[in-house]
């Protein structure tokens, strides 16, 4: 299993530019979600999903739109970037099924926003 | 709201010290708590966790019981290696939440010199 992959690793980008931030994984996991993680805030929740067609806002959810397609790809989208995005990005999945499952956290995409 | 608070670092050992993170929660019910561990140019990666009151987690030689007395779940590791240097963070999540999401604190940096 490749577990949960994120591409691109870095990226920079022009205020107002639109990107899409790719995640998928091959665990059959329901549960997926985007964080970001900025220095000295530790991790933050921005949108997540329990399943194919069902996507739901975090605490930080303005400037992103998710979408979800399928079991395996939560796509993250920025439709006009600003230099407060400029972020590490983690998706990360679960299971539903067992309240103490762990999340299984993607190795991140570095954006820049100039 | 739910919220974790560790202590905040850098923390600087040398190889063979003792090491204690401090994290204490606020959170209503009972929330399951865990230690992520963040290598350099890496994701997040589960250390060790513990889903009830005097449960101790414990993996790699680090261990952490949940005090529910202290709302506590301390970080502690007998003799830190040079591999041992990384960010870690307390989180928790409250069980029965609808989303599942992973409350951070801030993350401690720890470099452990030879």
């Known amino acids: 299993n490749a577990g949960v992959t994120q591409t691109p690793k870095f990226q920079v980008l022009k205020t107002g530019q639109s990107m899409t931030l790719q995640c998928a994984q091959d665990?059959?996991?329901?549960?997926m979600s985007w964080y970001r993680q900025d220095p000295g805030m530790g991790l933050r929740l921005i949108h997540y999903?329990?399943?194919?067609?069902?996507?739901d806002q975090g605490e930080v959810p303005n400037g992103y739109n998710v979408s979800r397609s399928t079991t395996e790809d939560f796509p993250l989208r920025l439709l006009s970037a600003a230099p407060s995005q400029t972020s590490v990005y983690f998706c990360?999945?679960?299971?539903?099924?067992?309240?103490?499952?762990?999340?299984?956290f993607g190795p991140g995409t570095r954006l820049t926003v100039l | 709201g739910d919220s974790v608070t560790q202590m905040e670092g850098p923390v600087t050992l040398s190889e063979e010290a003792f090491l204690t993170i401090n994290c204490t929660y606020t959170?209503?019910?009972?929330?399951?708590l865990f230690w992520y561990v963040q290598y350099p140019g890496e994701g997040l990666q589960l250390l060790l966790k513990?889903?009830?009151?005097?449960d101790k987690g414990s993996n790699k030689g680090f261990e952490a019981t949940y005090r529910k007395e202290t709302t506590s779940f301390h970080l502690e590791k007998g003799s830190v290696q040079v591999s041992d240097s990384a960010v870690y963070f307390c989180?928790?999540?409250?069980?029965?939440?609808?989303?599942?999401?992973?409350?951070f604190g801030k993350g401690t940096l720890l470099t452990v010199n030879p």
């Open positions: 959170a209503t019910g009972y929330p399951s």
């Open positions: 990360a999945s679960r299971p539903l099924r067992g309240a103490y499952n762990e999340q299984f």
């Open positions: 999903s329990v399943g194919a067609g069902i996507t």
């Open positions: 513990a889903t009830k009151a005097d």
């Open positions: 665990m059959n996991h329901e549960y």
């Open positions: 989180a928790l999540v409250r069980i029965g939440g609808s989303n599942y999401k992973l409350t």
